[in-house]
């Protein structure tokens, strides 16, 4: 077989750059996209890796990136939708303009990326588009409405899609991560405030900043992306170093699920 093509999206840190060296070990060619090629750290050398840039808010970007990709190594075999960052604060304090960037890069950007492969994945009749979506997809977290607003759509989208895609010879895949150690909790967070949620907001920072540092690192969500874009089989959901939340939140009644989140916060901010 020839070697097969992975086009990743977000690729300069975290989970997006642990795909990018995953893929790349597997003997895979990566056309790994960022917003800021000058500052990625792969060896640039490597006859099947291609960095380019793309910001997944801007169209012509995008064009220009899914082409090159397409130029250089033939054809897109596996789409990675993984740029994002999370919006995090009171809904009561989120300006119109955070919440449209945050819907624009976690989802419409997901979209368009999306809309410029598939064209040619249709035209060879096969394919798989992963989305990065997040347990946050699945059950809501305090203070990062937004956010979850974008992974639900994720889910729902996706569960939507593969139904579309599947006559074109498309497979697609969500992956479920929990809190990973990466920039998206530090760097890459965005936060909103609002003066009447100061005092719980300042409880979610405190326990948000200790947690980054206990959290699984992003290659255990590299290796689940892996498999899900290889392993051929139609299943839609990949939960990836989810934790006991998915569990929990299955099996508990709502007013247990509510305290047990509400104690969590409680305890991990002291
Ligand atoms: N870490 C977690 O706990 C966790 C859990 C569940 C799901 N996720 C999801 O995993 C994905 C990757 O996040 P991460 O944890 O690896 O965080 P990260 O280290 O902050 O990486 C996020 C990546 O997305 C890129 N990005 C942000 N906005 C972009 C835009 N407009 N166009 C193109 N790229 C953009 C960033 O690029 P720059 O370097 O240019 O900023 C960066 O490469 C996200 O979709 C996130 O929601 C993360």
């Avoid at 697609?172 to 909103?192: D, H, M, Q, Y």
């Avoid at 009447?196 to 959290?215: C, G, H, I, P, Q």
């Avoid at 569990?247 to 709502?254: A, I, K, M, V």
Wanted: aromatic letters at 6%; proline letters at 4%; charged letters at 20%.
């Amino acid at each position: 077989m020839s070697t097969r093509t992975v086009l990743i999206t977000g690729a300069s840190s975290g989970i997006g750059e642990a795909t990018a060296r995953h893929f790349l070990a597997a003997g895979w060619n990566v056309a790994a996209c960022m917003r800021s090629p000058a500052r990625h750290s792969f060896d640039a050398d490597s006859a099947h890796l291609a960095v380019l840039r793309m910001d997944v808010t801007d169209e012509a970007s995008i064009a220009s990136a899914t082409e090159a990709a397409m130029q250089r190594f033939g054809a897109i075999d596996v789409l990675v939708n993984n740029a994002g960052y999370a919006l995090l604060g009171p809904l009561e304090g989120l300006s119109a303009t955070q919440l449209r960037r945050q819907l624009e890069t976690n989802l419409v950007g997901l979209v368009a990326v999306t809309q410029h492969v598939l064209p040619g994945m249709r035209a060879r009749r096969t394919g798989v588009i992963v989305n990065i979506a997040s347990i946050g997809g699945r059950m809501g977290f305090p203070f990062a409405a937004a956010y979850h607003a974008t992974k639900f759509a994720v889910e729902g989208l996706s569960e939507s899609m593969r139904f579309e895609l599947q006559a074109h010879g498309i497979r697609v895949k969500v992956i479920e991560p929990g809190p990973i150690r990466t920039n998206f909790l530090g760097g890459s967070a965005e936060w909103a405030g609002h003066e009447a949620y100061a005092v719980e907001m300042a409880k979610f920072r405190t326990m948000s900043d200790r947690l980054n540092a206990t959290l699984p690192t992003p290659g255990r969500v590299a290796a689940v992306v892996f498999r899900a874009a290889t392993d051929g089989s139609d299943r839609l959901r990949y939960p990836a170093a989810a934790g006991p939340f998915p569990l929990l939140h299955r099996l508990l009644p709502d007013a247990l699920w509510r305290r047990l989140i509400m104690h969590e916060l409680a305890r991990r901010s002291r």
